[in-house]
């Protein structure tokens, strides 16, 4: 018993110096931000490509959106959607 209650305040620190964890979607340190993305249309919908316009937008989570695929409504602003067409192109960048 002595034991425990010597170890609980350590537990204690150690638990409140825990990296920040994301709140309702959100990466402490990322915000989306699409200004300039216009270049990646028309571009293939590669893996090269996704990374290339989750740098740009300095996004944490990148969600591809093929045609005819349902997307949920709620909002995170760092995530990039990267829409494609019936060819596999971008077609169109957003956040959220």
């Not at 249309?41 to 740098?55: E, F, L, V, Y």
Request: net charge positive; charged share 20%; proline share 8%.
């Amino acid at each position: 018993m002595r034991k425990a209650a010597l170890l609980a305040p350590t537990l204690l620190v150690a638990c409140s110096t825990a990296p920040a964890t994301p709140i309702h979607g959100e990466t402490p340190g990322h915000k989306c931000n699409a200004v300039g993305t216009e270049r990646f249309i028309g571009q293939p919908g590669t893996s090269a490509a996704g990374a290339a316009i989750k740098r740009a937008t300095r996004a944490a989570v990148l969600r591809w959106a093929p045609p005819g695929v349902m997307l949920t409504m709620d909002f995170r602003s760092d995530r990039v959607t990267v829409y494609l067409g019936p060819d596999r192109k971008v077609t169109k960048i957003n956040c959220g």
